[in-house]
């Protein structure tokens, strides 16, 4: 069946514009998150959604970014007033349930200019 | 939240050298689960371990869940080039709602 899904694969943006970020979970995960991936470095947790409801936001490293998945399948990443250290590869993972495990989609990749 | 740490950052070997990589937590663990990305990849799960002094294998990795519950090791007999990415563990975070990563260990595997 169909994997994860995100799109844009690459995102360039200049400083201080507004990006969303999409991501098409496998059907039926109830289970979504988020990581923001820089190089060299592992996954780092941003939010985690159990159907429509973010259940856990505390990776959210300040309030221009935010998430939504209104109907407990897709999902947007939205980040306001880009800067340049928002420059990562943005990951999304679901999973069938919470602390199951999860399958990644391929990324997208934000360049903020 | 909670972390979880890994050791090697870096590991490099001759193809036909076996490789380890470990990981650690201050706190007790639920489970802990197995990772690894190819160069260029996304994170593709390799296995979850459960049970104190759990020991699973898959070809040649083998994977152990410490009697603790607090350190796990992924053990490579014999790396071959396909072995080549970075693996990355990751725990329960300290309110048990997702999984928190490592920083991974990047194996690079000399033909």
């Known amino acids: 069946g169909a994997g994860v899904s995100q799109t844009p694969s690459n995102k360039v943006t200049e400083k201080g514009k507004y990006v969303e970020l999409r991501c098409d979970p496998i059907?039926?995960?109830?289970?979504l998150y988020w990581y923001r991936q820089s190089l060299g470095q592992g996954p780092e947790f941003l939010i985690y959604?159990?159907?429509?409801?973010?259940?856990?936001d505390s990776g959210l490293p300040n309030d221009r970014f935010f998430a939504v998945r209104p109907e407990g399948s897709v999902s947007t990443l939205k980040i306001q007033r880009t800067e340049r250290g928002d420059s990562a590869v943005y990951l999304c993972?679901?999973?069938?349930?919470?602390?199951?495990?999860?399958?990644f989609g391929p990324g997208t990749r934000l360049t903020v200019l | 939240g909670q972390q979880v740490m890994q050791i090697p950052q870096y590991q490099h070997v001759q193809e036909g050298e076996d490789f380890t990589t470990y990981c650690n937590s201050s706190t007790t663990l639920s489970n802990i689960q197995w990772y690894k990305q190819r160069p260029g990849g996304h994170p593709v799960f390799l296995i979850q371990?459960?049970?104190?002094?759990e020991v699973k294998k898959q070809k040649r990795l083998t994977f152990q869940f410490g009697e603790a519950k607090k350190n796990s090791s992924l053990h490579i007999t014999a790396t071959q080039t396909t072995d080549v990415g970075t693996y990355f563990c990751?725990?329960?975070?300290?309110?048990?709602?997702?999984?928190?990563f490592g920083a991974g260990t990047r194996l690079t595997v000399k033909p």
């Open positions: 990751a725990g329960p975070s300290d309110n048990n709602n997702d999984m928190r």
């Open positions: 959604f159990q159907g429509t409801g973010a259940a856990d």
């Open positions: 993972a679901s999973s069938p349930q919470q602390l199951d495990t999860q399958y």
């Open positions: 371990l459960v049970k104190s002094g």
């Open positions: 059907s039926g995960h109830t289970a």
